[in-house]
């Protein structure tokens, strides 16, 4: 059974940092594109970082590049978003999800059950 | 980027309705879409992708059709477990969700 169990939310002010992590299990983690995906209170979801299977490319929005960095540890079977200059904008639930396919799909087959994120003073 | 419009937002069925969801793109997605369903508890499903395939473990109620920039998913005989929010996502760089449907019990 595939299981993602993201951690490390939590209350921030605005400017500080913070990393969540998400560890996978029930599946070849190294095998698979993984991605962050947030919904703040009340909105829609936003995409927010995709990694390939060996760490090597990356991609981020606009609304988070240059603060936001994800990697991953396929010994440890383990993703991580590292959030920097953290906004109020940046307050919502972040949610790690795992590829469909071996090859990258974009498509969101597994999601975790996603970590709160508040920025505030 | 590709924007995704829902509709409805939202929508009030009774149980055994068939109920259909519509997403516009605002540009040709060529078949790049997948559907999610969104419970009150968080957890977040994939139903269908690439259109009309579903996802192994959604139930075949749900179904998925459309083509170019119009897309919609179909539940032939709703039940009270999917009562949730549903969400579709185009598929290109950068991917982009719509602004989803809450569909709620009459």
């Known amino acids: 059974e595939v299981q993602l169990v993201e951690t490390g939310g939590g209350l921030v002010q605005p400017g500080r940092s913070l990393k969540l992590s998400c560890v996978a299990s029930g599946f070849t983690f190294s095998s698979y594109w993984m991605y962050w995906i947030r919904q703040a209170p009340g909105k829609g979801l936003e995409w927010v970082s995709s990694i390939n299977t060996d760490g090597g490319s990356t991609y981020y929005p606009d609304s988070v590049k240059g603060r936001f960095t994800i990697s991953r540890d396929n010994a440890e079977n383990t993703v991580y978003l590292q959030m920097n200059s953290l906004r109020s904008e940046d307050t919502a639930t972040y949610y790690c999800a795992k590829d469909r396919g071996l090859r990258r799909a974009l498509e969101f087959a597994y999601w975790g059950q996603g970590t709160l994120v508040t920025v505030s003073s | 980027d590709i924007k995704m419009t829902q509709s409805p937002s939202s929508l009030s069925a009774s149980l055994g309705e068939r109920v259909t969801i519509s997403c516009r793109a605002s540009?040709?997605?060529?078949?790049?879409l997948s559907w999610y369903q969104k419970k009150e508890d968080g957890s977040v499903k994939l139903l269908i992708y690439h259109t009309s395939r579903l996802q192994p473990g959604a139930p075949s109620r749900f179904s998925g059709s459309g083509s170019g920039k119009d897309y919609s998913l179909t539940i032939s005989g709703l039940e009270s477990e999917d009562i949730a929010t549903y969400y579709c996502?185009?598929?290109?760089?950068?991917?982009?969700f719509g602004g989803g449907t809450k569909l709620e019990l009459k």
């Open positions: 540009e040709n997605i060529n078949n790049y």
């Open positions: 996502q185009q598929g290109y760089t950068p991917p982009t």
